[in-house]
Structure formats: structure tokens, C-alpha cells
């Protein structure tokens, strides 16, 4: 019988690393998937860039829009995108020279992460798919029907998926591939080292905290989001030509006498208008991601959304400006509504998680009288900070 040289065997098993770490760790925080790539796991590699460009295409459709849910999604998804493209791909690299790729038929860590951003995917990965129909249609309706409706509900549907996510690690760990069953020394030379670096966490608590962490910061920014577009008109004063609210140390004041207050949308801090001079004001409130300097995005979704509702406007220019102390974009306007000529300022300011948005609209004959009205407004306009 031909004799066993067992460091010949072990060196056959293991692999040459194709890529250095540093160099997989740097490009996949830089381009998430392209560390994938690099490693020949082509069809992972593109499916992350993929997946990224979506959601950032997404998230600045769901930021323009003002649609809070919609951005909330986006940037959960892009936020476990980020993170599992550096972690996977760091300690795919180190399996990839040691061998241990090879003892499952799917990968653990792969799996987990299809079932938290896919409803279930995991699973399919598997070959699971009654499974993976049931967790899909369990994620949807958690996650897109009911989490919408509050954030106590987005909590349960997150915490869910974290469920899918676990279940389907432990599914893909327990369907390790069976090694042969011949003598102990080949038994013992076919086993895969572990060379796996002592200051890399291991893949499973990696992929749990990745888990807790994107729960944790996307359900902090939904349930911001969400208190942005709250608005709280118990102890509002609407009292001509002057408004305050007390809940967000807002007050909005007018220059002349003559303007009627109506009831505002569930948006909207206070509607006005001026029958007599033929103009209309309203403040309105949107949420923002703070930092961005996202104002002149949010004068041009209003006037998207304004096209949309029948007014027929062209843009005429656009500048920064001030609402009180507050820094902003001042979108000029020019077009017509239900026949009638209309000129139009939005003017948009951020503070915090909320973006301000003045409309403010008038005639052709109350030129002179609107300028001067829309001046004062912007100089009384005081919002406190929260």
C-alpha cells in the first residue's frame, strides 16, 4: 500500500490566497462587491453593487420625495450591503487560502444575509424553497404592509427577519459537507485549518452584530423620520395676520391685515390666504437627513409634486436664502393654475430632522404687494431648535 505523506496531503487541500487581505478589506469598504469580485465569486460581487446602486437610486427618490418608509428601506439595505460586503468578503479571503470554502455546499454567512434583506433568500439558496415562500411572504407583510403603520410594528418586523436570519445560519452550518469516511490520516489531513487572523471576530457573531447594528441605527432613523413629519397643532395660535406654535417654537408673521387662516394639512403648520390681494401662503413641514444640505432637493420635489396637481410653472431661477435664522433655497416660479396666471416662491430650510417648506403664490396684479408680503414672512419666520 502506498504510503501517506500527511504535509503533502495538507498542502495539496490548502490554497494559494489570490488576493492579499488589506487590499480585499480596502476595495470592498470602497466599492462594495468588487472585493467579492476579485475573490471569483463574480455572481455575489455583482449582485452587491447591484443591490447598492438601487438603493442608493432609491434612497435619493424616497429623500426627494419626502417618503420617509421608502428611505428608511433604502438605507437599511445599503447600510447591510456595506457592512457584509467588507466582513464577507475579509473572511471569505482568509477561507479561500485555508480551504474551509469547501465544507459547505452554502455558505453560512451568505445565507443569513439573503434571509435579512430578502425575506427568506437564504433558504432558497438552500434548495428550502417551501420555506423560503413562507418567510417571504411572512417578510413582506411585516416589513412593507404593517411596519408602515408604526414603529413599535417596524421593531417586530425587523426583529423577524433577525429570526430568518439566524435560523438560516444554523441551517447552513448544520449542512456541512460530509468529509469521506476512510483512515484517520486522511480523515485528519482532507480537515480544513482555521487560519482565520486572531483580530477577525468570527463570521457568526460578525454577522449577528451586523444584524443588531443595522436593527438598531435604520430604526432609530424611521422612527426620526417619522417624528419629523408630526405636526402638533394643540396650543397653535392662528390669529390674523400672525401664527405660533408652541410644540416647535415656530411662528410664522404677516405684514398686512386681511389674512384668513384655514385648516391646514396634516403636513402643514398653517395655510393662509388673502382674498382681497388674490395671494395664498402655506408652511409645511418634510423630513430630512440632517447634514446633507438637501433644501434646494426639497424646493424642486415641491414643485415636481405642484406640476403633478395642475399647476403648469416654469422655472425662472433659483437662489440661497435665509427663513429667519435658518439657511435655505429660494426656488422663482412662473405658469398658470385653473386659468388663472400664478407666480410662485418655495422656499425650503432645514433644521435638524425637518425640512420647512414656504409656498407662497400670488397674482399677476399683486406683484408690489407680494414681494413686500414675502419679504417680512421670511424675516419673522422664527423656528426653535429640537
Not at 416660479?333 to 422656499?347: D, E, Q
Not at 406683484?367 to 419673522?380: G, I, K, P, S, T
Amino acid at each position: 500500500m502506498e504510503s501517506i505523506n500527511l504535509f503533502e496531503q495538507k498542502k495539496i487541500r490548502v490554497e494559494k490566497r489570490s488576493r492579499p487581505l488589506w487590499l480585499i478589506l480596502a476595495i470592498s469598504a470602497i466599492l462594495p462587491g468588487l472585493g467579492h469580485f476579485l475573490l471569483g465569486k463574480k455572481h455575489v460581487g455583482i449582485g452587491i453593487l447591484s443591490a447598492s446602486v438601487l438603493a442608493t437610486v432609491l434612497g435619493s427618490y424616497a429623500q426627494s420625495h419626502s417618503v420617509a418608509y421608502v428611505l428608511w428601506i433604502a438605507l437599511r439595505a445599503g447600510f447591510a450591503l456595506g457592512l457584509f460586503a467588507v466582513i464577507d468578503a475579509s473572511l471569505l479571503c482568509v477561507e479561500l487560502a485555508d480551504g474551509r470554502h469547501k465544507d459547505y455546499p452554502v455558505r453560512p454567512r451568505l445565507a443569513a444575509f439573503m434571509s435579512l434583506v430578502t425575506y427568506g433568500g437564504g433558504f432558497w439558496l438552500m434548495e428550502l424553497k417551501g420555506l423560503a415562500a413562507t418567510a417571504l411572504v411572512a417578510g413582506v407583510l411585516l416589513h412593507l404592509l404593517l411596519a408602515p403603520l408604526h414603529w413599535t410594528l417596524a421593531v417586530i418586523a425587523e426583529l423577524a427577519l433577525a429570526a430568518f436570519a439566524v435560523q438560516t445560519y444554523r441551517m447552513a452550518l448544520a449542512r456541512r459537507a460530509p468529509k469521506p469516511s476512510r483512515r484517520l490520516v486522511e480523515q485528519v489531513a482532507t480537515r480544513a485549518p482555521d487560519t482565520t487572523p486572531a483580530w477577525m471576530i468570527p463570521g457568526f457573531v460578525i454577522s449577528t452584530a451586523v444584524t443588531v447594528v443595522a436593527l438598531l441605527t435604520t430604526l432609530l432613523v424611521a422612527r426620526a423620520l417619522d417624528k419629523a413629519t408630526d405636526v402638533r397643532q394643540q396650543g397653535a395660535v392662528a390669529m390674523e395676520p400672525y401664527y405660533r406654535n408652541p410644540n416647535y417654537g415656530l411662528s410664522m408673521e404677516l405684514k398686512s391685515p386681511g389674512w384668513k387662516f384655514d385648516e391646514p394639512a396634516p403636513d402643514e403648520f398653517v395655510t393662509a390666504r388673502h382674498v382681497g390681494e388674490d395671494a395664498a401662503a402655506r408652511l409645511a413641514v418634510r423630513p430630512r437627513l440632517p447634514l446633507l444640505g438637501n433644501s434646494r432637493h426639497q424646493a424642486e420635489a415641491v414643485l415636481r409634486q405642484a406640476r403633478e396637481g395642475g399647476y403648469q410653472l416654469r422655472v425662472e431661477g433659483g437662489t440661497p436664502c435665509q427663513m429667519g435664522t435658518l439657511n435655505g433655497y429660494e426656488l422663482r416660479a412662473r405658469g398658470t393654475h385653473l386659468g388663472k396666471m400664478r407666480n410662485v416662491r418655495i422656499v425650503s430650510a432645514g433644521s435638524g430632522w425637518r425640512e420647512y417648506v414656504l409656498w407662497f403664490e400670488w397674482g399677476d396684479k399683486q406683484q408690489e404687494f407680494a414681494q413686500h408680503e414675502l419679504d417680512y414672512v421670511l424675516r419673522h419666520v422664527q423656528v426653535g431648535k429640537h
